[in-house]
Nanobody, 122 residues
Framework: QVRLDESGGGSVQAGGSLRLSCVVS????????VGWFRQAPGKEREGVAR????????YVADSVRGRFTISQDNNKKTVYLQMGDLKPEDSAMYYC???????????????WGQGTQVTVSS
């Protein structure tokens, strides 16, 4: 069973930055893609960034492009989400996920972390 552990969430003021980390217990044929999703209360889970691990190819959603970047450190089996110029609407629980089908939909991922809370105050 692949495990994912997120960290780095917290409370910041608008305009601030945070870096989230996702440690993946192992990379297997079932986990070529690692993505970051977020979910605010009453809203659907939204994909914000993903990375194809073998090729190191990143994708960032239009809604956060220019403010968020995704990267990885293969030696540490860690995927990072660097978030800048944070806005109150970025407040959500952020989840790391790994899977095969990838994409922007949650059902493309088989393994999920417990999430880390990000709160941005105005």
């Amino acid at each position: 069973q692949v495990r994912l552990d997120e960290s780095g969430g917290g409370s910041v003021q608008a305009g601030g930055s945070l870096r989230l980390s996702c440690v993946v217990s192992e990379y297997t044929g079932s986990t070529p893609c690692v993505g970051w999703f977020r979910q605010a209360p009453g809203k659907e889970r939204e994909g914000v960034a993903r990375i194809i691990v073998p090729s190191d190819r990143p994708y960032v959603a239009d809604s956060v492009r220019g403010r968020f970047t995704i990267s990885q450190d293969n030696n540490k089996k860690t995927v990072y989400l660097q978030m800048g110029d944070l806005k109150p609407e970025d407040s959500a629980m952020y989840y790391c996920a790994a899977g095969v089908r990838c994409g922007w939909l949650a059902d493309g991922y088989n393994f999920w972390g417990q999430g880390t809370q990000v709160t941005v105050s105005s």
